[in-house]
């Protein structure tokens, strides 16, 4: 299995961007998938997970509301839409994949078996 992350940019404050997961050797449902966010000196953070066929969506507090998780079957993509950007969304992002379409936590990077390589946020002020 391969992703392969994409969408990442400069944007002002308040601004949107939409970030694309391609997967590779294997189809996006029904399996979990996720995008965590790492900034410099940090640890790699949850934001939002979609699971079961895409029945099942978890987010973040820091982002609830402001963000979107879904999945493109017939492309075979992960999206993740992000609107009202903010300086401290400043990240780079990285989409994950389990082997399981659930039964892990869906907010730990533990709970997951693939990741992509990352594409990077910034968010100025």
């Known amino acids: 299995v391969q992703l392969q992350a994409s969408g990442g940019g400069l944007v002002q404050a308040g601004g949107s961007l939409r970030l694309a997961c391609a997967a590779s050797?294997?189809?996006?449902?029904?399996?979990?998938m996720g995008w965590f966010r790492q900034a410099p000196g940090k640890e790699r953070d949850f934001v939002a997970a979609?699971?079961?066929?895409?029945?099942?969506?978890y987010y973040a507090d820091s982002v609830k509301g402001r963000f979107t998780i879904s999945g493109d079957n017939a492309k075979n993509t992960l999206y993740l839409q992000m609107n009202s950007l903010k300086p401290e969304d400043t990240a780079v992002y990285y989409c994950?994949?389990?082997?399981?379409?659930?039964?892990?936590?869906?907010?730990?990077?533990?709970?997951?078996?693939?990741w992509g390589q990352g594409t990077l946020v910034t968010v100025s002020s």
């Open positions: 979609i699971g079961g066929s895409g029945v099942s969506t």
């Open positions: 994950a994949t389990s082997v399981l379409v659930g039964g892990r936590r869906p907010d730990v990077p533990r709970g997951y078996d693939y």
């Open positions: 050797g294997r189809t996006v449902s029904p399996y979990r």
